[in-house]
């Protein structure tokens, strides 16, 4: 589905997306496949937040349904098509993997502090030989109101909860991290790759910033309300 002129989103399989282009057609695959840990079965949590002056909240939760797309890791045919159809690829949860990826490594820091959620990700990263931290407050209602990779900068709540992101898948990306990976490895006029869209946060990350996305979302329910997602945004930003 053609969003706008920039962004081609689809409900398919990302072997069969990733088979109609040519060898090095995206210059970028920024990914985030299954790790096999079981995500997409995500336990029951409590209703309430304890903030650091002592208040106990209620939240209001998301019950995602149980599904079994997480049950097993991406396997070696993917990664050997997704290699082939970019130049360059970030590929989250690389330490899940026992495909060779020889290289970079991106760590996103949490800053979650003492929640039970994983406190980072770390990505494979093409691009370069490092190992580059980056750090965004993403833990319930803790989201962050900076991406850094200063502790200093990024070590602060969003003050105003309701610019929150909505959370609507359960391995969900904050748009601001994309943002900030586009920023620092893509290059305006890079051709995005991404097989598992998910909550589609990379999707208005590429609108915002002007790259051009083709990506696929194999589960229907995600991709229709992801695509909800994207088309509300795209339509506020054409409001304001």
């Known amino acids: 589905m053609k969003i706008t002129d920039k962004l081609t989103l689809s409900n398919e399989d990302n072997i069969e997306l990733m088979a109609s282009y040519p060898d090095g057609y995206f210059e970028l695959a920024l990914v985030d496949p299954e790790y096999g840990i079981g995500a997409s079965k995500p336990s029951i949590k409590k209703g309430t937040v304890k903030q650091k002056n002592g208040k106990v909240l209620k939240v209001k939760l998301n019950n995602y349904k149980h599904k079994d797309w997480d049950d097993k890791p991406a396997n070696q045919d993917y990664f050997k ?3 082939r159809v ?10 899940y993997y026992s495909y060779p990826m020889p290289g970079g490594r991106i760590v996103w820091d949490k800053l979650n502090g003492t929640s039970d959620q994983f406190d980072c990700e ?12 980056v750090r965004f407050m993403w833990s319930g209602m803790m989201q962050g109101a900076a991406v850094s990779r200063l502790v200093s900068k990024a070590n602060y709540q969003e003050g105003n909860k309701k610019l929150n992101e909505k959370r609507i898948h359960p391995t969900q990306k904050p748009v601001k991290l994309y943002e900030w990976l586009l920023m620092n490895y893509a290059k305006q006029g890079d051709k995005i790759l991404d097989t598992h869209l998910g909550s589609m946060s990379i999707a208005i990350a590429c609108h915002d910033y002007g790259f ?14 992801g695509i909800k997602r994207v088309k509300d945004h795209v339509s506020q930003i054409r409001l304001f």
Do not use: M, P
Request: charged fraction near 30%.
């Open 212 to 225: 051009e996305l083709t990506g696929c979302e194999l589960d229907k329910e995600y991709y229709e309300t």
């Open 81 to 83: 098509e997704l290699k």
């Open 86 to 95: 970019s130049k360059n690829q970030i590929i989250f949860g690389v330490n």
């Open 122 to 133: 770390i990505a494979y990263n093409s691009l370069n030989n490092r190992t580059d931290i």
